[in-house]
Nanobody, 117 residues
């Protein structure tokens, strides 16, 4: 199983982005059962949990206080992709964003998000 992230880039403050984390080589049941989280790490800072979506029927979501109300995490089983939609971006959102499938212990390579003021 590999995780392919995309959607990062340079955006002006106040703009929006949708990050994608596509799981390749995973069967649907494993995809659906995994809790998936997006993390970010800015230069010189510790990695921060941004959002997570619980595996299984619950699919409940959790968000860091820093992005609550501005971020939405979602899962598309047909595409085996987890998304992180972010709006009203701020310069402090600048970081490398990585997805993680907890139960199978997989990480993506990361995608850079840069928010210009």
């Amino acid at each position: 199983v590999t995780l392919q992230e995309s959607g990062g880039g340079l955006v002006q403050a106040g703009g929006s982005l949708r990050l994608s984390c596509k799981a390749v080589g995973i069967i649907t049941s494993v995809f659906n059962s995994n809790t998936v989280a997006w993390y970010r790490q800015a230069p010189g800072k510790q990695r921060e949990l941004v959002a997570s979506i619980i595996g299984g029927r619950s699919s409940s979501t959790n968000y860091a206080d820093s992005v609550k109300g501005r971020a939405t995490i979602s899962r598309d089983s047909s595409r085996k992709t987890v998304y992180l939609q972010m709006v009203s971006l701020k310069p402090e959102d600048t970081a490398v964003y990585s997805c993680n499938f907890e139960e199978i212990g997989k990480w993506g390579q990361g995608t850079q998000v840069t928010v210009a003021s």
